[in-house]
C-alpha cells in the first residue's frame, strides 16, 4: 500500500487568503504545496493544495540534522530519485546531473552558483517508475511513494517529505538544508513543499529544470505564484505575506513605501523588466498586482523580476556568510601576527572587504584577504582591529537586507609591545608571563632572553638587562 497517497484529504486549489475559511493543515497531518504546470507556451497554471505532511517527529529530526546556517558555509541542495531501481542508478545521475547544470541558467542561481553544494544520493526502489504514470490507477513500489494524479490532480507530483528528508540525512551528504525529489518518468508535473524545503520534477520531462527551478523559488525563495488561474475573478483579501504580490498599485506602494516601491520603474539586464505593478497574481486576475509582466513564477523559461531575485539572496545568505573563512570574531592577535581571511566568491564580483584599526579605515588594506599587523607599527598596549565584507550586488536594494543578511563584521583584539625588550610577549604588559617566559628563553638560549652583549652568549648580563627593563616599566 501507498499510506502518502491514501492519507491525501480531499484537496482543494487555494487562491492565497482571498478565499474565505482556506482549509488549514488537518490533524492527519497535511500542509499547503504548490502544484503549477505551464502549456505549449509555458504559461503556468495550478495552484496551492493541501497534501501529506511530515509529522511532527519527521520535521524535528530534519530540523535538528539540517539547520539553516550550517557551520559549512554552503547551501547544500541534495536531490534524491525515486522509481530507480538498482539497475537504473545510471539514468538517476543523467537525470540529476542535467538537472544541477541545467539549474543554475537564470540570474540570481547563475552569479551565486559557487554557493551551492549539489549532492545527488542514490535511492533504490524495487520497481521502476511512480504512481499513476502514464495513467491513474498504476500502482508502483518505489521508495519515496512519488506518484502523479496526487489528490485527484494529474500534474500534481507527489512525495513523502518524510521519506525524502530520511533519505537526505541519513545519506554521505555534508548537510541538507532543500532537497529535490525527481522521478523516474517523463511525464509533466512537479510540486513545492515550502515549510519541508523540498521540491519534486520529473527526471527525464524536457521541461523539469524549468519545474525545478520554478518550485525551488516557492521552497526555498518563499515565492509566490505570480500566473491568474484557479482562484476567484477579483482577489478580496488582506495584503499577502510574499514579497511579489500586492493589493497596492503603483502610486500607492510609492506613497506607503510599501513592497517593491524602492524597484519601481527600473530595469536591469538578465531580469523580467521592467518593475511595476502588473494587475493579476496569486491565481486573481483583479485587486491583485505583481512585480513584472511574466517572471518565472507566471510562466517557465522566463527570468526573475527584481523583488524576487532580491528575495532569493536574502535567503541565500540566511544558509551563507559572506566570510567563508578566517578567524572567529573576539580572536586575541599580537603585533607580530597576521589575520588572514578566505571571502565567499560570487561569479563576476567581488565582495568589499574593509580593515580598520581602532575605528579608521586602513586605506592601503582595502580588498585584501589579509592584514599583516607588523606593518602597522602598533605599541601602546591593546588595539582593536575590525573586519567587514559585504555583497555590494546592485540587485539588492533594501538596507536591512545588506545590512543584516550581506554583510558580516569580525572585531580582532590585537596586543602590541609596549616598547620595553622585556615585554617577552609583546602584550603591552610587564607581569609573571613576561618573567617566566624569560627563564624559559634564557634557559633554553632562545633569542627572547639574548639581551646584552657579547650576543649568542646568555649570562649574567642578560638576566641584569631583563631586571632593569622590567623594573623601567613601559617607557
Known amino acids: 500500500m501507498k499510506p502518502m497517497h491514501a492519507v491525501v484529504p480531499t484537496l482543494a486549489i487555494l487562491a492565497s487568503s482571498g478565499i474565505a475559511a482556506e482549509p488549514a493543515p488537518d490533524a492527519a497531518g497535511s500542509e499547503l504545496a504548490f502544484g503549477c504546470w505551464g502549456d505549449e507556451q509555458g504559461h503556468l497554471s495550478g495552484g496551492r493544495f493541501l497534501v501529506p505532511s511530515l509529522t511532527e517527529a519527521q ?7 539540517a539547520p539553516r546556517g550550517a557551520p559549512d558555509n554552503r547551501i547544500d541542495l541534495v536531490i534524491v530519485g525515486d522509481g530507480y531501481t538498482a539497475d537504473e542508478m545510471a539514468q538517476f545521475h543523467l537525470d540529476a546531473d542535467r538537472i544541477s547544470v541545467d539549474f543554475f541558467s537564470y540570474e540570481p542561481w547563475t552569479t551565486y552558483r559557487p554557493y551551492f553544494r549539489i549532492t545527488e544520493v542514490e535511492v533504490v526502489s524495487n520497481e521502476s517508475g511512480v504512481d499513476n504514470d502514464p495513467t491513474q490507477g498504476i500502482d508502483r513500489d518505489t521508495a519515496m511513494n512519488m506518484g502523479f494524479w496526487c489528490g485527484g490532480i ?21 548537510d541538507v538544508d532543500q532537497i529535490l525529489a525527481i522521478a523516474n518518468s517523463s511525464k509533466y508535473g512537479g510540486a513545492g513543499y515550502g515549510s519541508a524545503n523540498v521540491g519534486t520534477a520529473s527526471g527525464q520531462n524536457a521541461a523539469a529544470v524549468q519545474i525545478a527551478i520554478h518550485e525551488m523559488g516557492h521552497s526555498l525563495g518563499d515565492l509566490a505564484d505570480e500566473y ?10 488582506g495584503e499577502p ?9 503603483h502610486d500607492e506602494q510609492i506613497a506607503l513605501e510599501t513592497k517593491w516601491h524602492l524597484w519601481m520603474d527600473q530595469s536591469m539586464p538578465g531580469f523580467d523588466n521592467p518593475v511595476s505593478t502588473y494587475e493579476g497574481g496569486g ?7 505583481r512585480p ?10 522566463r527570468p526573475f523580476n527584481l523583488p524576487s531575485a532580491e528575495k532569493l539572496i536574502k535567503e541565500f545568505y540566511g544558509e551563507v556568510r559572506p566570510i567563508d573563512q578566517g578567524p ?3 580572536a586575541s592577535f599580537t603585533s607580530a601576527d597576521t589575520i588572514s581571511i578566505v571571502p565567499m566568491q560570487p561569479v563576476g564580483h567581488d565582495l568589499t572587504i574593509e580593515w580598520s584599526l581602532d575605528g579608521s579605515v586602513i586605506p592601503s588594506a582595502a580588498q585584501s584577504w589579509s592584514l599583516d599587523l607588523s606593518s602597522l607599527g602598533l605599541s601602546g598596549g591593546a588595539h582593536t582591529v575590525q573586519l567587514s565584507v559585504v555583497d555590494e550586488t546592485p540587485w539588492v536594494i533594501k538596507p536591512g537586507i545588506r545590512d543584516n543578511f550581506l554583510t558580516e563584521i569580525r572585531t580582532y583584539t590585537v596586543s602590541a609591545g609596549c616598547g620595553s625588550v622585556a615585554d617577552i610577549n609583546a602584550d ?5 608571563n613576561d618573567i617566566s617566559l624569560f627563564v624559559t628563553a634564557f634557559l633554553n638560549h632562545d633569542d627572547a632572553a639574548d639581551l646584552a652583549d657579547p650576543a649568542g652568549v646568555w649570562d649574567l648580563n642578560d638576566l641584569s638587562a631583563f631586571i632593569g627593563a622590567f623594573v623601567a616599566g613601559c617607557p
Open 59 to 65: 520535521r524535528a529530526a530534519f530540523q535538528n540534522n
Open 154 to 174: 494529474e500534474r500534481l507530483l507527489c512525495v513523502s517529505t518524510g521519506l525524502a528528508w530520511s533519505y537526505a540525512i541519513t545519506s554521505s551528504a555534508p
Open 228 to 237: 491568474t488561474y484557479g482562484g476567484p475573478t477579483t482577489y478580496t483579501g
Open 241 to 249: 505575506t510574499e514579497v511579489d504580490l500586492s493589493i497596492f498599485d
Open 283 to 289: 491565481y486573481s486576475v483583479y485587486g491583485i498586482y
Open 292 to 301: 513584472s509582466n511574466n517572471s518565472m513564477m507566471r510562466s517557465l523559461s
Open 328 to 330: 572567529a570574531s573576539g
Open 428 to 432: 603591552g604588559l610587564l607581569d609573571l
